[in-house]
């Protein structure tokens, strides 16, 4: 699949090596054998995608399933992600798109507590912070708990 979003923005089939190529970009501290093992794991959720951007990999996204009628939204992306000054709505629709079509009553996601730019970003989205969760990262990171229900 390579759905076309603008003439510089496309989005097509995740595959577990565009995760784990991006993560190494980022300089990740996670373990590599548990990076690779989450890659793989989340090719085979309810939808995956690597979103290019003028022909480079910017950004890998996804939805897996949780329980009947819950999702897990996650991504992968840079801290300078608003330099490519995507239009966010387009992200925005694709999830209400996508809860819609497989029938998702509510999309949750995490945000680790000391990157605010991914909190900012959910809220955008029409996410709504429900709670912290203390030590919550690999690395004992707190994060916050976001969803969306329809």
């Not at 300089?27 to 959720?45: C, F, H, M």
């Not at 387009?90 to 996601?109: F, G, P, S, W, Y």
């Not at 900012?120 to 707190?142: A, F, H, I, Q, V």
Request: aromatic fraction near 8%; proline fraction near 3%; hydrophobic fraction near 40%.
């Amino acid at each position: 699949m390579v759905e076309i979003i603008t003439e510089e923005l496309t989005l097509q089939d995740y595959k577990a090596a565009d995760g784990i190529g991006l993560y190494m970009e980022l300089g990740t501290k996670e373990n590599l054998s548990d990076i690779r093992k989450w890659a793989e794991e989340v090719e085979q959720g309810i939808v995956s995608c690597t979103v290019v951007y003028k022909g480079q990999i910017i950004a890998c996204v996804g939805i897996t399933m949780m329980l009947e009628g819950v999702g897990q939204l996650w991504a992968i992306y840079p801290p300078n992600i608003g330099s490519y000054h995507i239009d966010p709505r387009i992200t925005k629709d694709k999830i209400k798109e996508l809860m819609t079509k497989h029938n998702l009553r509510r999309v949750q996601a995490t945000a680790r507590a000391d990157f605010p730019a991914a909190s900012s970003y959910l809220r955008y989205l029409g996410l709504k912070r429900e709670g912290l969760m203390e030590k919550y990262e690999p690395d004992e990171t707190d994060a916050y708990l976001y969803a969306i229900t329809r």
